[in-house]
T-cell receptor, first 110, second 115 residues
Framework: GDSVTQMEGPVTLSEEAFLTINCTYT??????LFWYVQYPGEGLQPLLK?????DKGSNKGFEATYRKETTSFHLEKGSVQVSDSAVYFC?????????FGTGTRLQVFP | EAGVVQSPRYKIIEKKQPVAFWCNPI?????LYWYRQNLGQGPELLIR????????DSQLPKDRFSAERLKGVDSTLKIQPAELGDSAVYLC?????????????FGPGTRLTVL
């Protein structure tokens, strides 16, 4: 069935380090891909999205490119801040249904 | 703009007791979702509403779970009777309408503990 696989966390980085969180998917159709973020004590928020192959989603310095050939949607940021500490969820959408990965916790230290 | 509101934030009950969760979506959002999130996992869809109509309830355990969305705005999710395995965070989300171009916005969730 359709599924999303994320790298396990926690990912621990120093401020201004480069971030990559890997995400791969399995889908029977042509999904849209999303990254959601959950800050401590808050609800899930959409971070960025891409709706077709080779699209790049970007927001708040984060980027992810929809790679159909590798079925991936890796999240990257060139310089993380302490305020980026959160849990990041990769998700695909098919037939109006979101399927989430298990989430990756990011911890950024000053 | 107010976000998705859920209550209560926390609920502790004994097994076999009933429990209900309430959700108020973002104003103007026609589509409402209920998800369950187990510890260390991503959210899993339970039911989706388009206005008042439940259009996808295939993952809702109908023997003990029920949901309603009267007047196409607020929604209530009920469990009766609760079981130990129902302990999880129950999330409500809304979007303008279903579809790949519409992000879903989530509430803070209700953390349910069944003893």
């Amino acid at each position: 069935g359709d599924s999303v696989t994320q790298m396990e966390g926690p990912v621990t980085l120093s401020e201004e380090a480069f971030l990559t969180i890997n995400c791969t998917y399995t889908a029977t159709g042509y999904p849209s891909l999303f990254w959601y973020v959950q800050y401590p004590g808050e609800g899930l928020q959409p971070l960025l999205k891409a709706t077709k192959a080779d699209d790049k989603g970007s927001n708040k310095g984060f980027e992810a490119t929809y790679r159909k050939e590798t079925t991936s949607f890796h999240l990257e940021k060139g310089s993380v801040q302490v305020s980026d500490s959160a849990v990041y969820f990769c998700a695909l959408e098919l037939t109006d249904k979101l399927i989430f990965g298990t989430g990756t916790r990011l911890q950024v230290f000053p | 703009e107010a976000g998705v509101v859920q209550s209560p934030r926390y609920k502790i009950i004994e097994k076999k007791q009933p429990v209900a969760f309430w959700c108020n979506p973002i104003s103007g959002h026609n589509t409402l979702y209920w998800y369950r999130q187990n510890l260390g996992q991503g959210p899993e869809l339970l039911i989706r509403y388009e206005n008042e109509e439940a259009v996808d309830d295939s993952q809702l355990p109908k023997d003990r779970f029920s949901a309603e969305r009267l007047k196409g705005v607020d929604s209530t999710l009920k469990i009766q009777p609760a079981e130990l395995g129902d302990s999880a965070v129950y999330l409500c989300a809304s979007s303008l309408r279903a579809g790949q171009y519409n992000e879903q916005f989530f509430g803070p969730g209700t953390r349910l503990t069944v003893l």
